[in-house]
């Protein structure tokens, strides 16, 4: 069992920074975050392995976004931040390595947090 702790939400302008956390209760073989806005899919935004470190994002935060890791805890730092970003951030992490392919599907992580808000006004 894995428990998940996601932290650093919160309102911001256009154009400004967060950095979320996301504290595990054991180090995990790979971890992703991903949001949710009402009435939208749950949806991957980036995503890291424990071993290597190799890293993933979805097309609309390359470039913005950087996730990172330390221990058991990961990160996902977020600049130029955009309206559009506006939803809830979850933290989700799975104990065997996800594969590539599959590494920004909701179906592939078995432990999820309860979210964080972030919110970019324009």
């Known amino acids: 069992q894995v428990q998940l702790v996601e932290s650093g939400g919160g309102s911001v302008q256009a154009g400004g920074s967060l950095r979320l956390s996301c504290a595990a209760s054991r180090v995990t073989a790979t971890t992703a975050w991903f949001r949710q806005s009402p009435r939208k899919e749950r949806e991957g935004v980036a995503a890291?392995?424990?071993?290597?470190?190799s890293t993933y994002y979805a097309d609309s935060v390359k470039g913005r976004f950087t996730i990172s890791q330390d221990n058991a805890k990961v990160y996902l730092e977020m600049s130029s931040l955009k309206p559009e970003d506006t939803a809830t951030y979850y933290c989700a992490a799975d104990l065997r390595p996800v594969s590539w392919y599959w590494l920004l599907h909701v179906s592939k992580y078995t432990y999820w947090g309860q979210g964080t808000q972030v919110t970019v006004s324009s």
């Open positions: 890291i392995y424990r071993d290597g470190g």
